[in-house]
């Protein structure tokens, strides 16, 4: 811009064309997300490049995180001129040489040249109104750090003093409206109001919400850049109260399984992904248990079927929720698999011989295993012991056990294994020949009732070994070298001795045959015969008298055993006094077989010195018996006697009748020798007193040789 005061003020101006600026905008919004009620979600915004305002549904109004909203109005700034230099000169250069009160750097707004090009050119002639072809429009920064001010430039035909002035519109607050009457405007309309510039403006930022319910946040913007809107939707999941499952060794609603078991309880407190519960319990004691997904709790199961309840509450909800698993509690299985242990045949007599093994199975507790007739058990290898011994499922067992003593004899044990029963058997070989000389028993002619008769003994020669002597037949008895009488199977060698014995019946002329075998031998038999005539007239028998007696005391008489008859015999009593036959009840008749015993009994006289009597009559004999009172002081008794005894079975202890001592009012010494006696009953004894009214009985071991006598001596007093 040049300034020529020859020429008239014209102001002429050529200008660029209006070519917007680009701005360069951006903006974002979070995403979508679900969370659980009463949980959080975030999410960010960035909008910059032209948006004034923003908003969030559902969240509120957005303040910009940094620049501001620069809001524009129109000013009427008057252009003085300078006197000096030469009016004309006004605001055309980056610069203001002219000296102008309000004058400032001009530069470009919406082109696309850079802040503060030259736009034109004017001229003005001196006093001459300037001529306005077309207004400017510059951004304006002051000298005075007015910054960002946008100044239109308007020049007025109507002029100021004297040569008029131009009329500068800026968006200054408290401007005036744009000067738009005058003048050509081609190219230019200037703005009928202020305006916003709202580039440089930023809004960022992060919310956090907790929703309760599913949401939608939707971010709403506007500005030059133009609209933005964006949803962004947080949907809350509301997590009810769940047991996913609760279980029993992985079984529900019911396990199956045996007391002493080991059982699982297992449970999920989860719904979907996410935890339901805020606590759990389980009853019968178990008490709190952790809640979570795929927790377990171990237990021993109990003796009977039980329900276990789970209870839990519900995280958000507070619901009480429960569950059931029940524990069924099987009956174990008692009753095994039947075994069975092979029969050993051709044994060896007196021998111990073991079964096979067998194994236990089928059971599923353990259970009782015995086995009879002396045999014993081994368990898994174990010693072998007397049973019941305890076993289990998969155990092994080997019997063992003695063979029979006697060729050809079975042997059988009976095995007992839970509810199921077997047999195992011995078997022994057969005997070799072994034949002893010949020998025999003689047979018995009128042998007394109800008697036991021994037969005659023979000694057994001629073996060639030690052999067997078969139980006898008909229920007699044998005995070897003196030893007892029984039925029993038993061993004899050379040089011993062999009997025979058979109790009688009551059956007048009845016949008894028995026999017996050693070794190899045939049976050799023994035939006894009963009296075939009644026979009621017993054996002399004789009831000793009691002297010194206390007064006015029942006395009984010794017991005697009656003998050689062979029908029940009358017994009767003449005068006072009462009998009792085998130590039965006090009565004054009934009858008496033969071998039983017979007492009498007798009420003393109450006069010192005195006697009572009775007679006692069996059959057709009769004793006499007579109770003499004692007088005091007196150690010497009546006469006793103890009666004699035949046939007496070897080397067993034999006991006198019992004899009533009487006669003596003091105590009286006893001396003995060869033997023991017995008073009242009471223990066996070789030393002591006795006093009136005692009995004594004496006792002496028979000979072991038959056929001899053994004696034995007593003094009382």
Not at 202 to 220: D, E, I, N, Q, R
Request: aromatic share 10%; proline share 6%; net charge negative.
């Amino acid at each position: 811009m040049e300034n020529n005061t020859n020429k008239p003020q014209v102001w002429e101006m050529k200008i660029a064309e209006d070519i917007e600026i680009p701005v360069t905008k951006a903006a974002s919004f979070g995403e979508s997300s679900t969370i659980i009620i009463g949980g959080s979600a975030s999410f960010t915004w960035s909008l910059s490049g032209g948006y004034s305002s923003a908003s969030i549904s559902n969240y509120g109004t957005l303040s910009p995180s940094s620049g501001s909203l620069k809001t524009y109005s129109v000013q009427n700034i008057p252009r003085w001129f300078s006197t000096s230099p030469a009016p004309g000169d006004h605001m055309c250069s980056p610069t203001n040489p002219g000296g102008y009160t309000q004058e400032g750097t001009l530069f470009k707004s919406y082109t696309t040249q850079a802040p503060g090009t030259f736009l034109g050119y004017d001229a003005e002639a001196p006093g001459v109104k300037p001529q306005a072809n077309i207004g400017y429009v510059y951004p304006f920064t002051s000298t005075n750090s007015r910054a960002t001010t946008t100044i239109y430039e308007k020049i007025d035909p109507a002029g100021g003093p004297p040569n008029g002035f131009g009329t500068i519109w800026t968006t200054s607050s408290g401007g005036e409206g744009p000067y738009t009457g005058n003048g050509p405007n081609s190219g230019f309309k200037a703005p009928s109001s202020g305006y916003s510039v709202d580039t440089d403006i930023v809004f960022s930022g992060t919310a956090t919400v907790t929703p309760s319910t599913t949401t939608s946040y939707t971010l709403t913007a506007s500005g030059s850049a133009g609209s933005y809107s964006k949803t962004v939707v947080i949907t809350v999941l509301d997590i009810p109260a769940n047991i996913q499952y609760f279980r029993a060794n992985d079984d529900s609603p019911s396990h199956d399984c045996f007391e002493g078991d080991l059982v699982t309880l297992s449970w999920s407190t989860f719904f979907s992904t996410y935890e339901s519960a805020s606590s759990a319990t389980i009853d019968q004691g178990i008490g709190t248990v952790s809640i979570g997904k795929d927790k377990t709790y171990s237990l021993i199961a109990p003796a009977e079927d039980t329900t276990y309840k789970m209870t839990i509450v519900g995280l958000y909800d507070s619901e009480v929720l429960e569950a059931f698993v029940t524990i069924n509690i099987l009956t174990p299985d008692s009753t095994p698999d039947v075994i069975s242990f092979p029969t050993i045949e051709n044994a060896t007599p007196t021998t111990f011989y073991d079964s096979n093994i067998q194994t236990i199975t089928g059971i599923a507790v353990p259970i009782e295993f015995d086995s009879t007739n002396g045999s014993t058990i081994s368990v898994n290898g174990g010693a072998f012991v007397n049973g019941p011994v305890t076993v289990d499922e998969n155990d092994t067992v080997k019997l063992r056990m003695e063979s029979s003593a006697a060729y050809s004899t079975l042997k059988t044990a009976s095995v007992f294994n839970g509810t199921t029963q077997s047999a195992w058997k011995i078997i022994t070989k057969s005997e070799p020949s072994n034949l002893p000389n010949p020998y025999d028993f003689v047979d018995v002619q009128d042998a007394l009732l109800n008697t036991l008769i021994v037969s005659n003994t023979v000694t057994i020669t001629g073996l060639s070994a030690s052999t067997t002597v078969s139980s006898p037949t008909n229920n007699f008895q044998s005995s070897v070298d003196g030893g007892v009488f029984d039925t029993s199977v038993k061993n004899i060698s050379n040089g011993q001795t062999l009997r025979l014995a058979y109790t009688t019946s009551n059956v007048l002329g009845d016949i008894a045959s028995g026999g017996i075998t050693v070794g190899s031998s045939a049976l050799v038999d023994w035939q006894v015969q009963n009296i075939g005539t009644a026979d009621s007239n017993p054996t002399y028998f004789d009831f000793v008298d009691k002297i010194n007696q206390p007064a006015g005391t029942y006395i009984v008489s010794d017991s005697i055993t009656i003998t050689g008859i062979n029908v029940a015999s009358a017994v009767s009593i003449t005068g006072i006094g009462d009998f009792r036959i085998n130590g039965g009840a006090w009565v004054t008749t009934g009858n008496i077989n033969n071998n039983q015993t017979l007492e009498l009994r007798l009420l003393s006289s109450t006069t010192p010195g005195e006697k009572v009597s009775t007679t006692c009559t069996v059959g057709s004999l009769s004793d006499l018996w007579q109770v003499f009172t004692t007088t005091s002081g007196d150690v010497i008794p009546d006469a006793f006697y103890f009666n004699d005894k035949d046939n007496q079975t070897p080397n067993t202890f034999v006991t006198s009748n019992a004899v009533l001592i009487e006669g003596i009012t003091s105590p009286a010494p006893i001396l003995i020798s060869n033997g023991e006696f017995q008073i009242d009953g009471g223990a066996w004894q070789n030393a002591g007193t006795i006093n009136n009214g005692e009995t004594i009985r004496l006792r002496i071991q028979s000979s072991p040789n038959l056929d001899t006598s053994v004696s034995m001596s007593i003094t009382i007093g």
